[in-house]
């Protein structure tokens, strides 16, 4: 398998414009997570999916965010309209659904909001 | 609920020195316990994982983890330091009741080896 598959792995955008990312998570997992790092912050859960469903979106910081899952092997994180407070890197992760399986972390996209 | 602390922000080590880095949890019921490690513009890759199998645990490139729950721990130890070792280190908790599939990160140790 190729491992969770995140696009783009470099954003960058101006102060107002609409940024999509995407993520593919290992074929077989049913449960995906979206976080963000900075360096101010460090990891923090933003929304997590299981079976496609939204289980806890509590992370999300506003309303300028969002994300979908329309099905089992696809997920986007929308950010609408971007600020330059929303630069940092963004992972999305998948795992089966039990309490002992590890999550495994795609590479990530850095997003710059200029 | 759970947490996870973890002590020192960044820890540096001389090549060829014991690695230790502490991590202390929090939680209702029996958790889970991992540790992830990440290379600079890396996403986070899993070292090892407590399960209630064995309290010592073995991972990836010379790591282990006890788990002790008297002193609600779950250090990471490395006899030998490595230059490659120098990366940033996550302890998580998960918990072990139905549904509860989210992981609690601490903040991360940054370790420095030093030649």
């Known amino acids: 398998d190729a491992g969770v598959i995140q696009s783009p792995r470099h954003e960058v955008t101006e102060m107002g414009q609409e940024v999509t990312l995407r993520c593919k998570p290992i074929?077989?997992?049913?449960?995906l997570f979206w976080y963000r790092q900075t360096m101010m912050r460090g990891l923090e859960l933003l929304i997590y999916?299981?079976?496609?469903?939204?289980?806890?979106d509590s992370g999300m910081p506003e309303d300028r965010f969002s994300a979908k899952m329309p099905n089992a092997s696809f997920s986007t994180l929308k950010i609408q309209p971007s600020e330059p407070r929303d630069s940092a890197v963004y992972f999305c992760?998948?795992?089966?659904?039990?309490?002992?399986?590890?999550?495994?972390f795609g590479p990530g996209t850095r997003l710059t909001v200029l | 609920a759970q947490s996870v602390t973890q002590l020192g922000s960044h820890v540096s080590v001389s090549e060829g020195a014991l690695v230790l880095l502490r991590c202390n949890y929090s939680s209702s019921v029996p958790p889970y316990l991992f540790w992830y490690v990440q290379y600079p513009n890396q996403g986070l890759q899993l070292l090892l994982k407590?399960?209630?199998?064995?309290?010592l645990v073995k991972g990836i490139n010379g790591f282990e983890a006890e788990f002790k729950k008297s002193e609600t721990s779950f250090h990471l130890t490395k006899p030998s330091a490595h230059m490659s070792d120098a990366a940033e280190y996550f302890c998580a908790v998960s918990l072990s009741g139905a549904g509860s599939y989210q992981l609690t990160f601490g903040k991360g140790t940054k370790l420095s080896v030093i030649p």
């Open positions: 992760a998948s795992s089966l659904q039990r309490g002992e399986s590890e999550q495994f």
């Open positions: 074929s077989g997992h049913n449960s």
């Open positions: 407590y399960t209630s199998a064995a309290t």
């Open positions: 999916f299981n079976n496609n469903v939204p289980i806890d």
